[in-house]
């Protein structure tokens, strides 16, 4: 499957994925994590290291309400500028203070749905691909 397709694909998945449905993100296997790389980054407006310096939350019955202050460590896609960030209805973490990650995140400044790396690929793992 080409890039074209797999960022179509997710940007469908994303659509199609309602506060009110289950959301199922796939975990890609060994041979698929450069096609999840691949399609993750195309969604994403910007990619990049940060560390989160606190969360908060306007509403404690919604995890939607949650808001992660970050500090940009590091940029590999865009020129992101953001302060805090937002989550979606299909995020499968949950930022948490004092975290170093990988963010991949929208042009609103959310963090794109599914973009959780750490289930089949290493901080160090993924640092090394984004820099190349």
């Known amino acids: 499957m080409n890039t074209r397709a797999l960022s179509i694909a997710l940007v ?9 449905e289950a959301c199922v993100c796939d975990k ?3 041979t698929t994590t450069a096609n999840w790389l691949l399609a993750t980054g195309a969604a994403a407006t910007h990619v990049f290291l940060a560390r989160v310096t606190e969360v908060t939350s306007t509403d404690k019955k919604s995890q939607l309400d949650l808001r992660a202050k ?12 953001f302060e805090s960030l937002g989550i979606t209805p299909c995020q499968n973490f949950e ?25 089949f690929i290493s901080d160090e793992e993924l ?5 190349h």
């Open 12 to 20: 469908l998945f994303t659509l199609g994925c309602g506060a009110a």
């Open 28 to 30: 890609p296997g060994t």
């Open 70 to 81: 970050i500090e940009i460590l590091e940029r590999f896609k865009g020129n992101a500028q």
């Open 95 to 119: 930022p948490k203070q004092g975290d170093v990650r990988v963010f991949f995140v929208s042009a609103a400044g959310i963090i794109v749905p599914c973009s959780d790396y750490r289930p």
């Open 127 to 131: 640092l090394r691909k984004l820099r």
